[in-house]
């Protein structure tokens, strides 16, 4: 198991008389046949919490009940073994169970905020996206689920020293995620409903834009949290964002199924009807309708692959009801894009993210060839950051020679580090060089 130290102090686990302590306990408690009163006597509660990070959720923090007041963490390591669990899908061995190394610890509230004295610890768990034992979510394609889903994430946590134990899960916490309503549902047909995530910013200033983020093809079902979290969209409530806006709605919507669902089964590129927009465009103008605060000349919409293609869809059947569109990794195929469709939404302000080295939206069969006949079309305000490859923009896992999925262009967009232009160049608003959020808030009808 791993471990740590705190506040560089040596690591007492390595004197031998403490080492000798504690196995004579261990070996005591069984012959006694105690070693379970023990643990059920020590066992605490603990909460896990879920973040979202460029490569998807993952539990970053285990938060402690320690049943009395600190002013400072206790002295000595912690071990934590994690296990994961459904029964939706058959988990790899290597993911199902492990150790979790611990960063450090600190005193903090029920919700995992520092504080100066509390009756709480959180420990900080290290998290990458080649740790796949961090991650709340499981990814299947069976009878019984298509795509992410969450499986049953728990902790066994020991302070080495005491041997006390946290082993008693009480809940999660979603810091970005829990600050949207989560039980959203629309019917927009008889017997027919889709779900949503919904964020309200605080009151006052007057009208507020609309943020809509539209899913990929592996966040769809009946839960918004994962829509949320499979792919960092809750960062659209996130105070770096919200404040380029003013403040924002933020609307979520969740195909039961994927956004790209033809009648009938299987996917549509734009070839044929899918089932769904329609339904979503109610649902927005639902939303829109029932929440007055909103600013209707700046409504917004984006998304990602299967999202991509949803929010070109609306684009084209609605084209005056959208102040702009964010896309990435667009998967409306051009050829089924006609050229009056293009001219239809020459003046909508786009804005398109993709990498050329995507192998699952072909570049050259989606955004690159739409971008272009819009252009010829004489559209003035769309852009498009094309990139060599998805790399790891936090610097902490490789940096550019780390190289994510090449389908994963969203992460520039959920990230706010999209700035470049087409040509290599930034995109300027007001002659000032902008971030893809910094351009969108800028935009109305």
Request: charged share 20%.
């Amino acid at each position: 198991m791993h471990s740590t130290r705190k506040n560089n102090k040596p690591n007492i686990l390595k004197k031998p008389n403490l080492m000798k302590q504690i196995k004579l306990l261990l070996i005591l408690a069984i012959l006694t046949g105690t070693s379970g009163t023990i643990l059920a006597q020590n066992a605490g509660n603990y909460k896990i919490l879920v973040e979202g990070f460029d490569w998807g959720p993952a539990v970053n923090k285990v938060v402690l009940e320690m049943g009395e007041t600190l002013s400072e963490p206790p002295t000595g390591d912690f071990s934590v073994h994690a296990t994961r669990t459904t029964d939706l899908a058959e988990i790899p061995e290597a993911m199902a169970a492990g150790p979790r190394t611990v960063l450090s610890t600190y005193v903090s509230d029920a919700n995992g905020n520092r504080v100066a004295a509390g009756s709480h610890l959180t420990l900080v768990l290290a998290v990458g996206p080649q740790m796949p034992i961090g991650s709340p979510f499981q990814y299947a394609q069976n009878e019984k689920v298509r795509g992410n889903f969450w499986v049953d994430y728990r902790v066994a946590v020991t302070h080495l020293p005491t041997l006390r134990t946290w082993t008693e899960k009480t809940g999660r916490i979603m810091p970005l995620a829990d600050s949207f309503d989560l039980e959203g549902s629309f019917q927009y047909a008889p017997g027919k409903s889709m779900s949503y995530a919904a964020f309200s910013p605080a009151a006052g200033g007057g009208k507020k834009p609309l943020i809509i983020w539209l899913h990929g093809g592996g966040e769809g079902g009946t839960d918004p949290t994962v829509a949320l979290l499979g792919n960092r969209a809750a960062n659209y409530a996130s105070p770096d964002i919200q404040v380029l806006f003013g403040g924002a709605y933020v609307l979520v919507p969740q195909a039961p199924t994927f956004w790209m669902n033809r009648e009938g089964g299987g996917y549509t590129r734009g070839d044929v009807e899918d089932i769904y927009n329609e339904g979503l465009m109610d649902l927005i103008k639902a939303y829109v309708a029932d929440n007055p605060g909103i600013d209707p000349d700046r409504i917004y919409v984006g998304g990602c692959s299967n999202g991509g293609y949803m929010s070109l869809k609306l684009l084209l059947k609605d084209p005056d009801y959208f102040a702009a569109a964010f896309i990435s990794a667009l998967a409306y195929h051009a050829e089924y894009v006609t050229d009056a469709q293009i001219r239809s939404i020459r003046k909508v302000p786009i804005w398109f993210i993709h990498s050329k080295d995507d192998p699952v939206t072909l570049p050259e069969e989606t955004a690159v060839p739409i971008y272009n006949r819009l252009l010829e079309a004489g559209a003035r305000n769309v852009h498009f950051s094309y990139y060599d490859h998805v790399t790891d923009i936090t610097n902490q896992y490789g940096g550019e020679g780390f190289h994510y999925s090449g389908h994963w262009s969203w992460i520039y967009s959920h990230a706010n580090v999209a700035r470049q232009d087409f040509d290599g160049g930034p995109v300027l608003v007001n002659g000032r060089p902008v971030t893809v959020m910094e351009w969108l808030a800028a935009q109305e009808n």
